[in-house]
């Protein structure tokens, strides 16, 4: 384990934050960010992105200090983006652009000049990152609502990255990333020249950081090396804090027994004291000798209470020392599915009618043919994979009933209660609690019931009153799966689009083992080719950008680009 030293450049002093309904978040804490590459983990709600909101400037403390050296960038989990803009105005170029298409049709205005600056190359280096981060097809005068969820992250990338600050915080950023993005960002990681923190779940990611900070308990640990040493070295803490743990129950228990050993001695010691007053012993001395005994026995019972209470102060720090990070505890609804039974059937694919940006095209040589209709039947586990941009979350919500074809409605396509996971988890009411809100999807669900379901989602008491508003991105990825979860009738189809997008590693694993034990259908939709491996997919889809969907062979795991074909 290793401390930042002078050279920090982010620095926080006695940093408390609340949200306003008076949740907090943050108090008193102490840390500094050198130099490098900095990987900030934690559970979900352990303030990471309130810490990155905090450091870019975005809220303001409730008490202490966050002083940075030089300008800073930030990439929020969800950029919120104008969809009536343009790709060079998320790039923040076009400005520039237009003072530089004036100048260039002969206009000599002195304030487009001030405009341009001495950035005469503008345009040069913002399409040179965006080939560089794998957007070679986006056009600068595009429109942003065209961009899909992974294109739109990979854009603001290229806008902080042509920026250049000093410090470079990104939070989540391989969210809605296809395989290839991922790759380009990595790249893109590993050759930037200044400070940056990163918040992310992506293991990839984070074997590539110089130091991992870790997040919990209101505090924040340093640790050199990437995420790879960060585990070993918890691990070894762990196995000595567990040792601990082990001797000092065992000092309990040996202190518990000589209490009671002298307990039973010490009333061995009074009967024959008391046989002996009353066979003739004088009274004088019987009782002197019993006053003796009495002082003997509290001293002896005194030392023997320090001991135990000693021993059991000594297994409270050990039990201390040893994480007991909270991890959701995912019941799906036993909802078992007739291996013959078909649950979902969507006509209307050949040759990508259905996908509203698609190019028709004819068959592609070597490739294998588009699939006419998409069936699911019985308990399939089907990962639904493609670049960004080709049409996967925009598939799940034909098959949710959300969009029709072509302004056509398709008629019923799912069979079964339906269960959708959206992309950017927004379907609760965010003026609402969490509890309100699953009582929105279980109405027939008692307020006890609610509590009791939501309290395996790690919304306990107080908590299950939170404004949906206030909650952070792994708490509301909770919480949509609550509801999700919860809701009556049972859903026996999942579609899940990026489900491990908001959530930590250790709740990711969660999932990936309650997922594994499901009974129903899956469609899932994720980037994540370790997470669909451990939910034991059984069939494999590709969709390109023609909107051609077709069988796909599974990635072999030593060729992980083959997920986006």
């Not at 652009?97 to 600056?117: C, F, H, K, N």
Request: proline share 6%.
């Amino acid at each position: 384990m290793s401390s930042v030293g002078g050279n920090a450049a982010i620095v926080c002093h006695n940093l408390s934050f609340s949200w306003p309904d008076g949740t907090r978040v943050l108090d008193g804490l102490d840390v500094a960010f050198g130099p490098g590459r900095t990987g900030l983990i934690g559970v979900n709600g352990a303030g990471k992105s309130t810490l990155l909101r905090l450091i870019a400037g975005q809220l303001q403390p409730g008490a202490g200090t966050v002083a940075t050296a030089g300008s800073v960038g930030y990439l929020r989990q969800d950029p919120a983006l104008d969809a009536t803009a343009s790709v060079a105005s998320l790039l923040g170029v076009s400005e520039r652009l237009a003072a530089l298409r004036a100048i260039e049709g002969g206009s000599a205005e002195q304030a487009l000049y001030d405009a341009v600056g001495e950035d005469w190359d503008v345009e040069e280096r913002a399409r040179g990152w965006l080939d560089r981060l794998g957007l070679g097809h986006l056009k600068l005068n595009d429109p942003v609502r065209r961009l899909s969820g992974g294109e739109a992250v990979m854009t603001a990338l290229a806008a902080l990255f042509l920026r250049r600050p000093a410090v470079l915080l990104l939070d989540e950023p391989t969210n809605n990333l296809d395989v290839d993005a991922r790759q380009r960002l990595y790249d893109a990681v590993a050759g930037w020249p200044g400070l940056m923190v990163i918040v992310s779940h992506d293991r990839e990611l984070l074997s590539l950081v110089d130091q991992v900070a870790d997040l919990s308990g209101g505090s924040v640990r340093m640790y050199g090396g990437n995420l790879a040493a960060y585990e070993a070295l918890v691990a070894t803490e762990q196995e000595a804090a567990e040792r601990a743990v082990n001797a000092a129950q065992a000092d309990v228990r040996r202190e518990k027994r000589d209490l009671v050993d002298s307990q039973v001695k010490q009333a061995r010691r009074d009967r024959a004291g008391r046989k002996a007053a009353t066979e003739g012993m004088p009274r004088i001395i019987a009782h002197a000798r019993k006053r003796h005994a009495q002082e003997t026995a509290g001293r002896i019972q005194g030392i023997h209470a320090g001991r135990l209470a000693a021993a059991r102060d000594r297994l409270a720090s050990a039990q201390e020392a040893v994480r007991g990070d909270a991890e959701i505890r995912v019941d799906l609804p036993g909802t078992a599915v007739p291996a013959g039974r078909t649950v979902l059937r969507l006509n209307e694919l050949a040759n990508g009618s259905w996908h509203p940006f698609a190019v028709p095209s004819g068959p592609v040589p070597d490739e294998p043919p588009p699939l006419a209709e998409l069936i699911v039947r019985g308990p399939e586990r089907i990962a639904l994979t493609g670049r960004n941009g080709a049409g996967k979350t925009t598939l799940l919500r034909i098959l949710t009933g959300e969009l029709d074809i072509g302004g056509q409605a398709v008629g019923p396509i799912a069979l079964v209660p339906v269960g959708y996971l959206p992309q950017r988890l927004d379907v609760l009411d965010a003026t609402l609690s969490v509890a309100e809100n699953v009582r929105l999807a279980a109405p027939s669900a008692s307020p006890n019931e609610v509590r009791a379901g939501l309290a395996r989602f790690l919304f306990r008491g107080p908590r299950a009153d939170q404004p949906v508003a206030s909650l952070s991105g792994g708490e509301r990825f909770r919480a949509v799966l609550a509801a999700l979860l919860l809701a009556t009738p049972p859903p026996q189809l999942l579609l899940l689009d990026e489900p491990t997008n908001n959530l930590d590693l250790a709740s990711a694993r969660q999932l990936a083992q309650a997922l594994d034990c499901y009974q129903g259908a899956l469609l899932v939709v994720s980037h994540d080719l370790p997470f669909l491996r451990s939910i034991g997919i059984t069939r494999w889809l590709r969709l390109d950008r023609s909107g051609r969907l077709a069988q796909a062979e599974p990635p072999s795991p030593d060729r992980d680009r083959d997920l986006d074909g």
